[in-house]
T-cell receptor, first 112, second 117 residues
Framework: GQNIDQPTEMTATEGAIVQINCTYQ??????LFWYQQHAGEAPTFLSY????GLEEKGRFSSFLSRSKGYSYLLLKELQMKDSASYLC?????????????FGRGTQLTVWP | EAGVAQSPRYKIIEKRQSVAFWCNPI?????LYWYQQILGQGPKLLIQ????????DSQLPKDRFSAERLKGVDSTLKIQPAKLEDSAVYLC???????????????FGPGTRLTVL
């Protein structure tokens, strides 16, 4: 397996900052994706990291450390609409280039 | 730009029956994926096509599941016969699949929610 591990649930209040961590098996790594999935809907792309460091996109940022097999998604100025499941996915290389291995997802609940 | 289309959106069948799902990817996308997402879990890849060829079907239960993409555009996924544990959302995704892209962002369809009774 790819040992993609992320917390099952998190809660936070509106306006706060939350960090969702993800660890993965470092072998066969070709990039790390974060997707957002609202209940009953398809996953939508949030971010992609292939090099170490922080990628910032408005209220959302994603960080990657390839040597540690670690990534996090940082959500700032939380809004009620951010309540969703956040999926960490590792992209593979080699003969299965582009294949995504997903974690179980972190269910984030934002309270008013 | 039209997104990934899937039908039907919902399907309820009894165990041992057959069912088929259809997917039409984004125009020009060479790579098509079928995922199974069981409630409370992340999507699990069942099969990946590059144009009309299979790239990876290592996680596809081939005794009951089959998929095809005959003309390299739309695709069908079939389950025959269905089991209770097949109850899940079946997601189709597509990507450009070009080697020169920085990354292969996958775009997902709305999914088909299958309930097997």
């Amino acid at each position: 397996g790819q040992n993609i591990d992320q917390p099952t649930e998190m809660t936070a209040t509106e306006g706060a900052i939350v960090q969702i961590n993800c660890t993965y098996q470092t072998s066969g790594f070709n990039g790390l994706f974060w997707y957002q999935q609202h209940a009953g809907e398809a996953p939508t792309f949030l971010s992609y990291n292939v090099l170490d460091g922080l990628e910032e996109k408005g209220r959302f940022s994603s960080f990657l450390s390839r040597s540690k097999g670690y990534s996090y998604l940082l959500l700032k100025e939380l809004q009620m609409k951010d309540s969703a499941s956040y999926l960490c996915a590792k992209s593979s290389g080699g003969s299965t280039l582009g294949r995504l291995y997903f974690g179980r997802g972190t269910q984030l609940t934002v309270w008013p | 730009e039209a997104g990934v289309a899937q039908s039907p959106r919902y399907k309820i069948i009894e165990k041992r029956q057959s069912v088929a799902f259809w997917c039409n990817p984004i125009s020009g996308h060479a790579t098509l994926y079928w995922y199974q997402q069981i409630l409370g879990q992340g999507p699990k890849l069942l099969i990946q096509f590059q144009n009309n060829g299979v790239v990876d079907d290592s996680q596809l239960p081939k005794d009951r599941f089959s998929a095809e993409r005959l003309k390299g555009v739309d695709s069908t996924l079939k389950i025959q016969p269905a089991k209770l544990e097949d109850s899940a959302v079946y997601l189709c995704a597509s990507s450009l699949g070009k080697g020169e892209t920085v990354y292969n962002e996958q775009f997902f369809g709305p999914g088909t929610r299958l309930t097997v009774l």
